[in-house]
């Protein structure tokens, strides 16, 4: 699996902090801007993507303002957006670099920035891949980056926007940020309902595997190891995210209004969830691993079990055949009319009695 190792840039040992350097895959789309400005009574949705409409909004404005950015593999966007909204460059140098742990931090300008992932599974190849959000909240706007993909994964919040649907409308900044945190960490649900399923159909096959079943196709140490590999990134990737909540809720930022705590407080009980899920099926996977080479250990036993008693009823037959194979002349049997069926027949009976004796042992 080479998705870990697709990163086509690197910050070079030595660069000034600071430095904006795109840390990701090739992107062959250029960066969308959206800026969609709602309260509880319209909303608008300013499409067009040209930064000049992408300011600091004043004070006195009635709209929260949130800026959607759709790309951060062009830094010369990102630097430029920096320096509307007079970003730290620190904090666009962790905007733009994928590798980034999740993490949140408060700057001296007033704002805060979270970071963290998202997280897609492929059905065709069981891969679990992770994508770049950065979030950076003001005292009346939201600024959210994302990687390029195939569709905007914020959709659902846009679309609650615009239906006037629930309580984003009603309430400010912070609580789009927690609407959007909660989107992700409710995709890791489904990223987990997508592991358990692998894990319950590996485990049949070996359960099957284990009492004879015909036609199941055996698994292989590839795939329990791939699960687990899985389930390590998966872990990597959340694991920093329940710290970065706490330390939300504890420090009692001011861009954080005391009536979106309980919120934060409920994610933050669902990303431990996540966690404990994740910690489970790790579990699970040394089990698997046991059972599975249990039953290969079984299967071999069993090959050699009936190679053994091949080679017990043969042996005699070996051994009479190798002694009338020897090529004397004062061998008696050797001129007995009868003495080549009186050996057959002496053959199979020796035979015979072994096969009745190990069945009567319970060897076969």
């Not at 067009?48 to 800026?67: D, E, K, M, Q, Y």
């Not at 390029?148 to 400010?172: M, Q």
């Not at 809720?249 to 990303?271: A, F, N, S, W």
């Given at each position: 699996m080479s998705r870990r190792r697709y990163k086509t840039g690197q910050k070079q040992a030595g660069a000034s902090p600071g430095t904006i350097t795109y840390v990701g895959r090739e992107v062959a789309h250029a960066t969308r801007i959206s800026r969609i400005e709602y309260n509880a009574a319209e909303y608008h949705i300013d499409g067009?993507?040209?930064?000049?409409?992408?300011?600091?909004?004043?004070?006195?404005?009635?709209?929260?303002?949130?800026?959607d950015v759709d790309g951060i593999h062009q830094p010369q966007v990102i630097e430029a957006l920096g320096q509307q909204f007079r970003l730290h460059p620190l904090l666009l140098e962790d905007v733009v670099n994928t590798e980034q742990k999740p993490k949140s931090e408060a700057y001296d300008d007033g704002v805060l920035f979270v970071t963290l992932k998202m997280l897609h599974c492929h059905n065709r190849i069981s891969e679990i891949d992770a994508e770049h959000i950065s979030f950076?909240?003001?005292?009346?706007?939201?600024?959210?980056?994302?990687?390029?993909?195939?569709?905007?994964?914020?959709?659902?919040?846009?679309?609650?926007?615009?239906?006037?649907?629930?309580?984003?409308?009603?309430?400010?900044?912070?609580y789009l940020l927690y609407a959007l945190m909660d989107l992700i960490v409710d995709r890791y649900f489904e990223v987990l309902d997508f592991i358990g399923?692998?894990?319950?159909?590996?485990?049949?096959?070996?359960?099957?595997?284990?009492?004879?079943?015909?036609?199941?196709?055996?698994?292989?140490?590839?795939?329990?190891?791939?699960?687990?590999?899985?389930?390590?990134?998966?872990?990597?990737?959340?694991?920093?995210?329940?710290?970065?909540?706490?330390?939300?809720?504890?420090?009692?930022?001011?861009?954080?209004?005391?009536?979106?705590?309980?919120?934060?407080?409920?994610?933050?009980?669902?990303?431990?969830?996540?966690?404990?899920?994740?910690?489970?099926?790790?579990?699970?996977?040394?089990?698997?691993?046991?059972?599975?080479?249990?039953?290969?250990?079984?299967?071999?036993?069993?090959?050699?079990?009936?190679?053994?008693?091949?080679?017990a009823i043969f042996m005699p037959l070996t051994f009479i055949a190798g002694i009338y194979g020897m090529n004397f002349d004062n061998m008696p049997e050797l001129k007995t009319p009868n003495g080549y069926f009186i050996t057959l027949g002496v053959m199979a009976a020796t035979a015979a009695g072994l096969i009745i004796y190990f069945r009567r042992r319970g060897w076969m």
């Open positions: 067009s993507g040209r930064l000049s409409n992408c300011r600091i909004p004043a004070a006195s404005t009635p709209f929260v303002t949130w800026i950076v909240l003001g005292p009346n706007y939201l600024i959210s980056f994302q990687e390029e993909r195939t569709s905007d994964i914020f959709t659902p919040v846009l679309d609650r926007i615009k239906a006037s649907a629930g309580k984003t409308r009603r309430n400010g900044p912070d399923n692998q894990l319950d159909k590996l485990e049949d096959r070996i359960v099957q595997v284990q009492v004879g079943g015909n036609g199941v196709q055996q698994p292989t140490l590839t795939e329990l190891y791939s699960l687990k590999r899985e389930l390590t990134y998966t872990r990597r990737m959340v694991w920093p995210l329940r710290d970065m909540i706490g330390a939300l809720i504890r420090d009692e930022h001011p861009l954080i209004q005391p009536g979106t705590l309980p919120y934060l407080r409920d994610l933050y009980d669902h990303v431990t969830q996540v966690i404990e899920t994740i910690d489970s099926y790790r579990e699970l996977i040394p089990g698997l691993m046991d059972v599975y080479l249990s039953t290969m250990s079984n299967r071999m036993n069993s090959v050699m079990k009936t190679l053994t008693i091949f080679s």
